[in-house]
Structure formats: C-alpha cells, structure tokens
C-alpha cells in the first residue's frame, strides 16, 4: 500500500521551485510513494500554473483557495483534504506552505517535510523579507525531516539551529529525458546534411 505524500506549495508562477515539485512527483509515480500537488491559491495573486502542470501529467492535484496571509479556513480545509485523502505525509515549499503544513497536521500523526529552497540562506534582503526568514526558520524546527539542495544550504540550517540529523542534501536535478527528443531531431539533420557536417 502507498503512502499518499502532499507536496504544499504557494506559488506566483511555475518557477524553478515549481519545477522541482514536479520532477519529484513525476518520479516518484509508480513508488512506494503516491504524490499529490497541493497549491495555496492566493486571492489577490491567484497563480495555480503547478495544478495545471500536474493535471498534463497525470498527478493528482488540489487547490486550497487562501485568502489573506495566513487563513484558518485554509488550514482547516488542508486537514480536512488530508483525512479524507489519507495521507500520510505533507512535504511544504515555502513559509506560507510550511505554515499550513504544520498548523493542519498538528495531532494528527503526520508527518512534517519541508524542502528548503535557496532564500533561505539569503542575508541582504529587504526587512519583510527577513520578517519571512525568521518565520519560516522557526516554523521548520517543528518538522521531522528538512532538505537542503546543497551541501552548502545543509551547514547555514544547521548553524541556524536544526538538528544535524534531521537535515538532509537532496541536489536538485533534471530529466534528461526532455532533451531526448531534441537530440535526436539534431542528429537527424546532421545526417541528413552530410555535406555541411564534413
């Protein structure tokens, strides 16, 4: 029997995090491991471009309709998804996310992850954005698990004060596969030229 895995995410677009998201879905399809794409709809900035990603892929998705920063609404329509749906983990990207995800999963023998992008170890940002750094490092310290891209990501979480083992380096990467098709059509045409490849 799988285990149903929310990927939580608060997005403004499909971006590279976005793409991430998705890459880790699509591969893990057919595992131990049942993805589901939720996407916090923001209602001044609706963006749900991941949903419709997932949807052309095939992977189940679902959008939470999120008005204001931080809605109880929101949070108690993410519990009541997971209840319904099973699952058994809520893996956030973001702190808007990983609010959510740990406020819906309280008591309910869920378990937290959260991947940490690359803002995270930022240190010039402007003081709302700092006010978010702050916020999302505190809210991480109540996850079972934390993945750092890189190495480097890995050592600012732990100075920062995560537990060692609680942090793991997952680098992010890509399908090579997309580029398949492309490398054949390029092959194809310098065979076809034998003359211009000489």
Request: proline fraction near 4%; include cysteine.
């Amino acid at each position: 029997m799988s285990r149903k895995v929310l990927q939580l995410r608060s997005s403004v677009g499909f971006f590279g995090a976005e793409n991430v998201i998705m890459e880790v879905a699509k591969a893990i399809v057919g595992s131990p491991y049942e993805p589901i794409i939720g996407v916090l709809e923001n209602s001044h900035n609706p963006h749900t471009e991941l949903a419709a990603v997932a949807k052309k892929y095939g992977v189940a998705s679902k959008v939470f309709p999120c008005d204001g920063r931080f809605s109880m609404q929101t949070t108690n329509a993410v519990r009541q998804y997971m209840a319904e749906n099973d699952i058994d983990i809520v893996h956030a990207h973001g702190y808007k996310a990983a609010f959510y995800a740990l406020f819906a999963t309280l008591n309910t023998g869920c378990k937290r992850v959260a991947t940490i992008h690359p803002w995270l170890i930022e240190s010039n940002r402007a003081s709302r954005a700092k006010f978010y750094l702050a916020f999302d490092k505190a809210l991480l310290r109540s996850f079972h698990s934390l993945v750092a891209i890189s190495d480097e990501m890995r050592e600012q979480v732990v100075r920062d004060g995560m537990k060692p083992a609680r942090v793991v380096t997952i680098e992010n990467g890509i399908d090579l596969q997309r580029f398949a098709a492309a490398q054949n059509i390029a092959r194809a045409q310098i065979l076809a030229f034998p003359s211009a490849a000489a």
